[in-house]
């Protein structure tokens, strides 16, 4: 979660429903900011590493002028302004499910962002 109230990002618990094959997170509970802006956002990154390897990761977000500066962002992309909270999830390999994070998997979430 890169939190725009905290500074840094962090791993945080993130409740999800089941719908046979896929689940989905409870999106609401971890993105602040639900009285400004209700809707959340979503987006798909694919990310291709030195070693031809493709990781895929989903972006859930809000962007708000309301929301409140987003200073994470800010400090890992050179300054760039970001209103509201952003959450990023792991793709399995099978494509069909978010999975959990793996300790090294942080490099590549600010790589992501930053792009």
């Given at each position: 979660?890169?939190?725009?109230?905290?500074?840094?990002?962090?791993?945080?618990?993130?409740?999800?429903?089941?719908?046979g094959m896929r689940n989905f997170p409870c999106m609401d509970t971890i993105l602040g900011g639900w009285e400004?802006?209700?809707?959340?956002?979503?987006?798909?990154?694919?990310?291709?590493?030195?070693?031809?390897?493709?990781?895929?990761?989903?972006?859930?977000?809000?962007?708000?002028?309301?929301?409140?500066?987003?200073?994470?962002?800010?400090?890992?992309?050179?300054?760039?302004?970001?209103?509201?909270?952003?959450?990023?999830?792991?793709?399995a390999v099978s494509g069909t499910r978010l999975v959990n994070l793996?300790?090294?998997?942080?490099?590549?979430?600010?790589?992501?962002?930053?792009?």
């Amino acid at each position: 979660l890169y939190c725009a109230i905290e500074g840094r990002s962090r791993l945080v618990y993130a409740p999800s429903q089941c719908g046979g094959m896929r689940n989905f997170p409870c999106m609401d509970t971890i993105l602040g900011g639900w009285e400004v802006q209700r809707h959340i956002h979503g987006a798909e990154v694919s990310l291709i590493d030195r070693n031809g390897q493709t990781h895929g990761f989903f972006v859930f977000f809000k962007n708000h002028c309301r929301l409140p500066m987003n200073n994470t962002v800010a400090r890992l992309c050179n300054g760039r302004r970001w209103r509201g909270d952003l959450a990023v999830f792991r793709i399995a390999v099978s494509g069909t499910r978010l999975v959990n994070l793996r300790n090294h998997d942080s490099t590549l979430t600010n790589f992501v962002l930053k792009k």
